[in-house]
Nanobody, 124 residues
Framework: QVQLVESGGGSVQAGGSLRLSCAAY????????MGWFRQAPGKEREGVAA????????YWSDSVKGRFTISQDNAKNTVYLQMNSLKPEDTAMYYC?????????????????WGQGTQVTVSS
C-alpha cells in the first residue's frame, strides 16, 4: 500500500508559478513511478507528467511541456511539479499518482495509487 500526500496548490495570476509536492509513504516499490494528473470541471482527466524515480527521462503531456518540470527527492520519497508560465487553462484539481512502473504516453498510464488532490486556479 502507498499513501500519497500532496501540497502546494493555490491561486495565481496568469504567467505566475506554483510548485506542487507529493510525498509517498509505504511500499516504495509500488511508487517507482510517480506523477501528476489533472481534471478541470466538465473535462476528462489528463495525464500531466510522470517520472521513474529510479532514473530516466520524464513523460510529459504536450500541453505543459516546456512550462512544467518534474523532479524528485528520493531521500524524502517526494516528487515535485514546478509549474511556470501558468495559463488559465491550467486551472484544475491536480492529483498525485503512483505505480510500480511508468507508461508512455502519460495519458495512457493507469496508476494504482492516488492522492487526495490539490486545487490550482489561474486567473487571467
Amino acid at each position: 500500500q502507498v499513501q500519497l500526500v500532496e501540497s502546494g496548490g493555490g491561486s495565481v495570476q496568469a504567467g505566475g508559478s506554483l510548485r506542487l509536492s507529493c510525498a509517498a509513504y509505504g511500499d516504495t516499490y509500488s511508487s517507482n513511478c510517480m506523477g501528476w494528473f489533472r481534471q478541470a470541471p466538465g473535462k476528462e482527466r489528463e495525464g500531466v507528467a510522470a517520472i521513474d524515480t529510479g532514473g530516466g527521462s520524464p513523460y510529459w503531456s504536450d500541453s505543459v511541456k516546456g512550462r512544467f518540470t518534474i523532479s524528485q527527492d528520493n531521500a524524502k520519497n517526494t516528487v515535485y511539479l514546478q509549474m511556470n508560465s501558468l495559463k488559465p487553462e491550467d486551472t484544475a484539481m491536480y492529483y498525485c499518482a503512483a505505480a510500480p512502473y511508468c507508461v508512455s504516453p502519460v495519458n495512457s498510464w493507469f496508476p494504482n495509487y492516488w492522492g487526495q488532490g490539490t486545487q490550482v486556479t489561474v486567473s487571467s
